[in-house]
């Protein structure tokens, strides 16, 4: 399934240009709650000591951090080298590379787990996307998505939407690239409600599937068990 991004040469030059402000943008925009919904994620995540670990789309490398801190072995993952050079500089201990979250070059069955923070909505095939991170858990392991998501229901819809539409492009503006942060809202709004992004996992090889809904509704965490390896053409 195509979320119908930009092409991915285009959002990978665009995370590059943002790579230096993207942490303090996070922090303006989720106002600092950004830290929490990554803590409830790895949560989901199950892991521990001695887990292995793969971030897809781990940008800065804050969720790569968090499942470091649980002890986990942990690869970061991106195909923006601006975003992953700012990881390496915060997190030194943790092997960030250079990676296609479609074509991952990693082995079946490699990691416990695999994460992606606000990353899978980028992905400029979603099922593909989902497929390849199915495919690296060994079964039995967990894939954890964690996105923000579109309320539907007023006061917080029309909140969402004058937050999302009028000041994150302003803020954008003011920060040096107004493409770029006009660019992210409209890709929430192209993302899959939380009900069908859970039919996604489940076609690219997940059961046990469950989402929560935190922060009012805006925030959308999805966990799913990997039973098979996912299908290799998504």
Known sequence: MSTGTLPEGQVQAMFDRIAGVYDAMNSVMTAGLHHRWRRRAIDLAAIGPGSKVLDVATGTGDLAIEAAARGAEVVGSDFSEGMLERARAKAPQIRFEQADALALPYPDDAFDAATVGFGARNFSDLGRGLAEMARVVRPGGRVVVLEITTPTRPPLSTFFSLW???????????????????????????????????????????????????????????????VEAGPADG
């Open 164 to 226: 999302f539409d009028r000041v994150v492009p302003l803020v954008g503006r003011l920060a040096g690239d107004p493409d770029a942060y006009t660019y992210l809202p409209n890709s929430v709004k192209r993302f899959p409600a939380p009900r069908d992004l859970a039919a996604e996992m489940e076609r690219a090889g997940m059961g046990e599937l469950r989402w929560i809904l935190t922060g009012g509704g805006i925030i959308a965490l999805h966990v799913g068990t990997v």
